[in-house]
């Protein structure tokens, strides 16, 4: 088991949750051990190649499948977490789905704090990042072609806000700034965390949480045992989750509820260069469609510029094999989006004796037909827009040039594994509910009917809790933080 070890506070995740923990605890004068299951990473491993990049950085190298293989659910597995490898867009939780989750899931009991306390700790982890506009000298081609076919449509859309601090748009951002210009948890959180004396633990992956009873004493994994005094799980949802059920926890709620929020790319051939690669990614989106509601949440779409390698590049656009290299020498001319599509908690993540879960999803009609309107919508953008061809990654790789070829999508069977889907904000699986309400967290981010133990990561979100995860999960850890006076 290896030696024991004693601390205050055991954290469990670099990312968004566990890093500002870790910070807001240190600076409490708390001793934090931060546990992190991926390497210690800086912007000297950053290569800038794929083939070593993805390995290094992402859980199964990018792999992590849900159990039919139609969902590729994306998660860093490195010092910062998915801060370390995602766009970088700052976006909160909007005002209507705090109210849903109130209304709906109790959270309205949750010791008097309110929708403006949580829109404070949003703009707290804004400010700890820097977060900003987006410059106009790293606006790239690809995001002006999105925003110019959408306002030719009519329809609504914005720049987003992102995290970054002298750019230099080298367009890197999904395997690691070697620039150190975005501000990520790897430089935002852990620093302030190891300055005020916590201890970092990287490449060592948590088992489970040892326990006393029903009082959390320490987490134990391949060669550690730490004994503390409180424990707290940032795992991310698959994993979180993972964690409590390798340490017994029975709740028939733990793993349910999982929202994955699918995206589906959707790609364009320009006859000048765009070069998509270059410059700020993801940075205009089309805010217009979706919608959001008391009664029912975030739903609707969104369509957000993209940019990728050609590695990646190739796995999303999966046309036969033969017309695979003529596309990919005309890389300069691709333009790209993603198809954001907000889904209802109808997932599930079941672990077994193994060390891999089993992530179970299966797409509505409902969702279906939203994600229809999206890929339609996008067609239609990069046509107004000037696109000479319009992608939609089909097997057969449907190929649209006029407004008159859109109909061709509706005609899609889209069944599974039949269009390339992304997750890249999982969330649920340890929803936080008020009492009555299922759940496996209560409105203090401690597991129910435990004691000194705590999850902190998009496990607790009821329901889909923005477009982008980052800020509404670093949202939490400052409400937990504060509750604990830290």
């Known amino acids: 088991m290896g030696e024991v070890s004693t601390t205050q506070d055991v954290i469990v995740g670099s990312g968004a949750g566990g890093a500002v923990l870790a910070a807001r605890l240190a600076e409490a004068g708390r001793a934090v051990v931060l546990v992190e299951e991926g390497p210690k990473v800086s912007k000297a491993d950053f290569t800038q190649r794929e083939d070593a990049m993805y390995g290094l950085l992402y859980r199964d190298a990018g792999n992590q499948l849900t159990k039919d293989g139609a969902i590729s659910v994306l998660q860093g ?4 977490g998915s801060t370390t490898i995602n766009m970088g867009d700052c976006v909160a939780s909007p005002e209507a789905v705090l109210e849903h989750w109130r209304q709906h899931f109790g959270w309205g009991d949750w010791g008097g704090i309110t929708n403006a306390d949580i829109a404070r700790a949003s703009d707290r ?4 990042m820097g977060a900003g506009p987006i410059p106009d000298a790293l606006y790239n081609r690809n995001n002006r072609l999105l925003e110019e076919g959408a306002k030719k449509l009519g329809l609504k859309g914005s720049r987003l806000l992102h995290n970054r601090t002298d750019c230099l748009g080298s367009g890197y951002c999904l395997i690691g700034c070697a620039y150190d210009a975005k501000r990520g948890t ?3 959180h852990v620093p302030r965390a190891l300055a005020a004396g916590a201890q970092l633990m990287a490449d060592s992956r948590v088992d489970r949480v040892t326990l006393d009873g029903s009082r959390a004493t320490g987490v134990v994994g391949d060669g550690f045992d730490i004994r503390a005094e409180r424990v707290f799980l940032c ?3 698959i994993h979180t ?6 340490s017994g926890l029975k709740r028939t709620e733990l793993g349910r509820f999982l929202s994955l929020q699918p995206q589906a790319p959707m790609t364009a051939l320009f006859r000048d260069p765009v070069d998509f690669h270059r410059g700020i990614p993801q940075a205009w ?3 217009g469609s979706l919608e959001v509601s008391v009664e029912h949440g975030l ?5 957000e510029s993209v940019s990728a390698g050609p590695g990646m590049t190739a796995s999303l656009v999966p046309v036969p094999f033969d017309r695979l290299g003529p596309l990919l020498s005309k890389y300069r001319h691709i333009a790209a989006a993603l198809c954001l599509v907000p889904d209802r908690p109808t997932g599930r993540v079941v672990w077994g004796k ?3 879960p089993a992530i179970k999803y299966a797409s509505t009609p409902e969702h279906r037909e939203r994600l229809v309107q999206a890929l339609e919508t996008a067609a239609r953008i990069y046509l107004a827009a000037g696109a000479e061809q319009v992608l939609v990654p089909t097997p057969e790789g449907l190929v649209l040039k006029t407004d008159a070829d859109v109909a061709g999508i509706r005609e899609l069977p889209l069944r599974s594994c039949e269009l390339p889907l992304i997750s890249a904000h999982p969330q649920g699986t340890c929803r936080m509910a008020g009492a009555g309400e299922p759940g496996v967290v209560d409105l203090d981010f401690r597991v129910r009917d435990s004691e000194a133990l705590y999850v902190c990561d998009a496990s607790v979100f009821p329901t889909t809790a923005s477009t982008h995860t980052m800020v509404p999960v670093m949202a939490m850890a400052h409400l937990l933080a504060d509750q604990l006076g830290g």
């Open 241 to 246: 989750c993972g964690i409590l059920a390798r």
């Open 299 to 303: 739903g609707g779409f969104s369509i």
């Open 77 to 80: 597995r490195c010092l910062g």
């Open 285 to 287: 989106g089309l805010d």
């Open 235 to 237: 795992a991310g949802p």
């Open 186 to 188: 790897l430089l935002s």
């Open 125 to 128: 982890a804004m400010a700890d």
């Open 354 to 356: 193994g060390a891999r």
